[in-house]
Every structure is written in structure tokens, then in C-alpha cells.
Nanobody, 126 residues
Framework: QVQLAESGGGSVRPGGSLTLSCAAS???????MGWFRQVSGKEREFVAV????????YYGDSAKGRFTISRDNAKNTMYLQMNNLKPEDTGVYYC????????????????????WGKGTVVTVSS
């Protein structure tokens, strides 16, 4: 069974940057991985996904132009570089895995993802 662990959350001022990490263990690192977030008052929202090889990515509208997803399979780790953070980015960010391609991941309802991390909190405020 794959186990996922997020890290890198914290507090930052508007316009600042933060990098989240998701470390995987338990089996080979050959699946699509992505990020969701839970913002207060809203349903869980898709943020970004990267396919098993790291060569294909896809972003939700809220992340386009500001966030960059990547992975280092040699380290079994996925990253989310977040730039120009806004107060509305505040929330709990969850790492998830499912399928192998970005299409597999995005087309899968979030409650059908294979594995989830416990989440890491991001707070953007003055």
C-alpha cells in the first residue's frame, strides 16, 4: 500500500511563495500524483496533477500561471511550487495518487482516488 506524507505548509504574506512536498513510500513510484485543497466554505478543489513520468501536467483554473507541479521519481517525491499567493489560497492542501496519466487523475472523482495524505495547512495573510 502506498503511503503519502505532505510537508512544507506554513504561513506567508500575500504575494509570497511556498513549496509543498509529498513523499511516497510503500511501493514503486509509477502513478499520477496531484494536489487538492480544502478552502473554508468551499468543496474540495482540484489544484494540479503530474503524470507518472513527470512529463505531463495539468492545472486547475485557480493554479494556472502561479503554481508549478513537478516530481522527482528518484526521491519518490512530488512538489508544488506556489508563487504570488493570495488570501483565498488559504486552506488545507492534500496530496493524492490515482491512475498513471493526468487524464486518469482528473477524470476520477476525488472520493475515488487511491491514496491520500493527511494534509498540510497553508495560511496566506497580512
Amino acid at each position: 500500500q502506498v503511503q503519502l506524507a505532505e510537508s512544507g505548509g506554513g504561513s506567508v504574506r500575500p504575494g509570497g511563495s511556498l513549496t509543498l512536498s509529498c513523499a511516497a513510500s510503500g511501493r514503486s513510484f509509477n502513478y499520477a500524483m496531484g494536489w487538492f485543497r480544502q478552502v473554508s466554505g468551499k468543496e474540495r478543489e482540484f489544484v494540479a496533477v503530474v503524470n507518472w513520468s513527470g512529463h505531463s501536467t495539468y492545472y486547475g483554473d485557480s493554479a494556472k500561471g502561479r503554481f508549478t507541479i513537478s516530481r522527482d521519481n528518484a526521491k519518490n517525491t512530488m512538489y508544488l511550487q506556489m508563487n504570488n499567493l493570495k488570501p483565498e489560497d488559504t486552506g488545507v492542501y492534500y496530496c493524492a495518487s490515482g491512475g498513471s496519466s493526468t487524464t486518469d487523475f482528473v477524470g476520477r472523482p476525488y472520493d475515488r482516488m487511491d491514496y491520500w495524505g493527511k494534509g498540510t495547512v497553508v495560511t496566506v495573510s497580512s
